[in-house]
């Protein structure tokens, strides 16, 4: 943060990586504070590039003079079992509808991805918070 320039809004957004539009909800979110819409996009776009449309948070901080600095998350641990699981969505009533199964090794990857995010302090403690996850969308684990 440059000497002198106060935040005036932190903004927390999901839009996927490499193809974000200024539609809602960035547009309007953004637009609210006075940042530079078509700027934001494209920087955001050229840096999530190997995402690939998937789902990602970002925090944007909105300072003072209009100018932002934003930081992009891991995806949502939801986003990451649908992908790993092959599913469209999760289920409606997880605990007796069974959608579709992740094994252990892939919880441990999710869980080494969002280890940044996460409030775990080992990996173990990550893993249980990614099966917690699954366990409320349906889908089971194997080993």
Same mark, same amino acid.
């Given at each position: 943060?440059?000497?002198? =320039?106060?935040?005036? $809004?932190?903004?927390? /957004?999901?839009?996927?990586? &490499?193809? %974000?539009?200024? *539609? ?48 992009? =998350?891991?995806?949502? $641990?939801?986003?990451? /079992?649908?992908?790993?699981? &092959?599913? %469209?969505?999760? *289920? ?52």
């Amino acid at each position: 943060m440059a000497k002198g =320039k106060k935040i005036t $809004a932190t903004i927390k /957004l999901q839009a996927p990586g &490499g193809q %974000a539009t200024p *539609s809602p909800p960035i547009g309007p979110a953004l637009g609210q504070h006075g940042v530079n819409i078509g700027q934001f996009v494209q920087q955001f776009n050229a840096s999530t590039t190997q995402l690939n449309g998937m789902l990602v948070t970002v925090v944007i901080s909105v300072y003072s003079d209009r100018s932002f600095t934003y930081e992009v =998350k891991s995806p949502p $641990a939801a986003v990451l /079992l649908k992908d790993a699981a &092959g599913l %469209a969505k999760g *289920s409606g009533v997880p605990h007796r509808e069974k959608v579709g199964t992740v094994t252990q090794a892939q919880v441990r990857e999710m869980a080494e991805r969002k280890m940044a995010d996460l409030n775990a302090t080992s990996t173990e403690g990550a893993m249980l918070q990614i099966a917690g996850t699954a366990r409320s969308m349906g889908i089971d684990i194997v080993d």
